[in-house]
Structure formats: structure tokens, C-alpha cells
């Protein structure tokens, strides 16, 4: 998983901050039939993995006029729009009903919400749309449903922060989202998006979000971690805490990756050197300490995978 789509769902996971976003993205007559305080989050995603490249899932449903609807929060993941949207979402739709009859649960109906925040505004339009040119008596014979869509860049900064949202955990992780490819701007701004959430940080669940928010900030942008640490120390000390522990963490690992990397390749160099010299796969086997199937891999420059722990082993 992404980092975008990785905090798409931390944010998303608190049902606060779901239903404040129902509540200003859905139409009032739809929100008045819905009990935004009986919100379940469902487990599972209906996201098969030829959409898994355009966008991820979280799921809630919740009481409905006396009986009960899911609402699918779907999170774009390109940058640009792509008109093939509404196909992409008629197949997830098929796969959340499919999903139903398979295992059994009432078939309901479905409230797609889109979430995009690219560079470039976007209004897409239904599946219909993509068939305007045929004729009205073809037209009964397309499937075509509506979808709400919501494209942060539609939303000035200002507006996010004045409070066209409600939760300070959902309007921090908006302007985030919205301003994630423009470090400059996020880095400028950021300690004001994070002022937004200084009683919040002060709750456990609060820490939490900040945290997730830490993450998101450090693996998705370039923006030094010193910047980062100062502008969260600024809000609440204990976050300023988080911050530094996390950049360790993430520098160390990084570190590691690099240096499994390096040990990677030397086994790879060091059995080819071997071949080279007339060795046989069992000589080379016995030497380096490998799997003869794995040193035959890497004589037919096959890609390995060579495990963990004999890369450490090979460090010592």
C-alpha cells in the first residue's frame, strides 16, 4: 500500500471524521434519512487488483430509514484525471455486490464517494456521458448510476482551515492531501495546518492521528526532517517527541534497506565471479552457502529474492 492510500485509510478509519465528511459532501435530503451515529466500519475491501492501481476503499455502512446503506469512501489515486473512472467504478460496485451475495449478507445499496486531490480540477462525468453519440433508443441498455466527487482542489486552503469541514483531524488531513505534491507550499504552511489540531493533540486518539500524520509527511515528501520535527514541536511537545522517533526510525531503516541492498548484490556479484572461473553450482552452493537453486537463478540471470537472514549472515 501507498503512502497516500495509507493515510487515506488512518483518516478515514476514525468515524468522526467519516461522517463529518458525509455530512458536507452528500446531498441534506440523503443525510436526513441517514443515522450518522450508528456509522460501522466494514471490514475488507472490494478492490480487485486490476483497480488496485487506481484507487483504494474504506467501507461503512450505517442505518437508513429503517433499514440499512453502505457508503464506499474511494480514494483516486492518480494525479491527473482519467475519464475511465466510471467504468473503474462499475466494476467495483459489481465486486461490492459479489462480494454480498457470496457470503451471504442483504444486498444494499451503495453511495460511491470519490476523493481526489490532484494538480489538475476534474469534473468527471457519469458513465452515461462516455456514450453521448448513440442514440436515445440504445441508451436504456447502458447501466448508469451517480457518484459523489470530491476534488480538493476545488477547496482554497482557507476555506479547508475556516471550517467548510468540521473535525480538526479531518481538515488537517485534507490540507495535507491536498498540498502533498507542493513541498514548498506544504512546508510554508504546515505549522498553520497543524495549529488547527493543538487541543486535539493533546488526547491519546489525538497523538494517534498526528503520528499517522508524521509518517505521511516524512516518507511522501522531501521535506527535511528537521522542518518537520520543529513545525510539530511548535503545536504540542509530545508530538515533537513522535516526530524526531519517527525520523530515526525511518533514517535506520532506510540505512538497512540500503544495506541489504548492497549485501544483495555483492552475493549476486560474487556467484557470477564464481561461475565465471569454471566453479559448478554445487561448488558455488557450498562455498557462498546457498540454496543450489537459488545459485542456478542467478547464473541464468533470473531475478532473486535471496532471504534476510542469509544476507546477514553473509555481513558478519
Known amino acids: 500500500m501507498g503512502h497516500h492510500d495509507l493515510f487515506f485509510k488512518k483518516t478515514f478509519s476514525i468515524r468522526e471524521n467519516a461522517a463529518d465528511f458525509l455530512q458536507h459532501t452528500l446531498a441534506p435530503e440523503l443525510i436526513e ?28 455502512n450505517c442505518r437508513f430509514s429503517g433499514t440499512r446503506i453502505k457508503i464506499a469512501l474511494l480514494f483516486e489515486h492518480k494525479s491527473a484525471p482519467d475519464k475511465n473512472l466510471p467504468f473503474q467504478l462499475h466494476r467495483y460496485m459489481a465486486n461490492l455486490w459479489d462480494n454480498s451475495i457470496n457470503q451471504k449478507h442483504p ?24 456514450f453521448t453519440k448513440w442514440p436515445d433508443t440504445v441508451k436504456p441498455y447502458i447501466p448508469d448510476f451517480e457518484f459523489a466527487f470530491v476534488d480538493l482542489s476545488a477547496y482554497s486552503n482557507e476555506a479547508i482551515k475556516a471550517g467548510v469541514f468540521k ?17 514548498q507550499k506544504l512546508e510554508h504552511h504546515l505549522t ?24 505521511y509527511i516524512l ?6 526532517p528537521d522542518k518537520i520535527v520543529k513545525s510539530v514541536a511548535s503545536i504540542s511537545d509530545k508530538g515533537g517527541d513522535i ?41 558455488i552452493a557450498q562455498v557462498i552457502d546457498l540454496d543450489v537453486d537459488l545459485v542456478r537463478q542467478i547464473l541464468n ?13 553473509k555481513e558478519q
Do not use: C
Open 33 to 60: 434519512e441517514m443515522d450518522l451515529d450508528t456509522l460501522t466500519i466494514e471490514k475488507g475491501s472490494h478492490v480487485d487488483t486490476s483497480l488496485a492501481e487506481n484507487f483504494s476503499d474504506t467501507v461503512y
Open 107 to 130: 444486498i444494499l445499496p451503495v453511495i460511491p464517494i470519490v476523493l481526489y486531490h490532484g494538480w489538475k480540477s476534474w469534473t468527471p462525468g457519469t458513465l452515461i456521458t462516455r
Open 167 to 183: 473535525a480538526a483531524s479531518l481538515r488537517i488531513a485534507l490540507l495535507i492531501m491536498k498540498n502533498i505534491f507542493d513541498q
Open 192 to 215: 498553520q495546518f497543524l495549529e488547527i489540531g493543538r487541543a486535539y493533540f493533546q488526547e491519546t486518539q489525538g497523538l494517534k492521528f498526528l503520528e499517522a500524520v508524521i509518517n
Open 219 to 224: 516518507q511522501a515528501t522531501e521535506i527535511e
Open 243 to 283: 516526530a524526531m522517533t519517527t525520523a530515526e526510525k525511518l533514517r535506520q531503516e532506510g540505512m538497512q534497506k540500503g544495506m541489504q541492498k548492497g549485501s544483495h548484490e555483492t552475493v549476486i556479484t560474487l556467484v557470477r565471479n564464481a561461475g565465471k572461473k569454471g566453479l559448478t553450482e554445487e561448488m
Open 301 to 313: 540471470n533470473e531475478p532473486v529474492e535471496i532471504p534476510l537472514h542469509l544476507l546477514s549472515d
